[in-house]
């Protein structure tokens, strides 16, 4: 699990500085430096896309933790079911 929740705080980062991207585009666009608004506005869309890999590395590490608890619980029950069968 400790891997998901670093995925989801990296996402969560990445998150925030293409935020501060676009803000900062924003800006230099209103200076009238659409150049510089470019460079950032690319930056931003990059850190979104690393923000949505994290994210998805995350969902695939929980849907693996949830197919081994799914496991282990329908061997549980087949023991149990052999148990009582015993009985």
């Keep these: 699990?400790?891997?998901t929740a670093e995925a989801v705080?990296?996402?969560?980062?990445?998150?925030?500085?293409?935020a501060e991207d676009v803000e900062a585009a924003q800006v230099?666009?209103?200076?009238?430096?659409p150049s510089?608004?470019?460079?950032?506005?690319?930056d931003a869309v990059r850190k979104?896309?690393?923000?949505l890999d994290k994210l998805e590395q995350g969902i695939a590490v929980l849907q693996e933790s949830l197919e081994e608890r799914?496991?282990?619980l329908n061997?549980?029950?087949e023991?149990?079911?052999?148990?009582?069968?015993r009985l």
């Design 1 to 3: 699990m400790t891997d």
């Design 9 to 18: 705080r990296e996402a969560i980062e990445k998150q925030a500085e293409a």
């Design 28 to 33: 230099e666009q209103q200076r009238g430096a």
């Design 36 to 42: 510089v608004s470019v460079g950032l506005l690319i």
């Design 48 to 51: 979104e896309r690393e923000g």
């Design 70 to 72: 799914r496991r282990a």
């Design 75 to 77: 061997r549980q029950d």
């Design 79 to 85: 023991i149990l079911g052999q148990l009582v069968n």
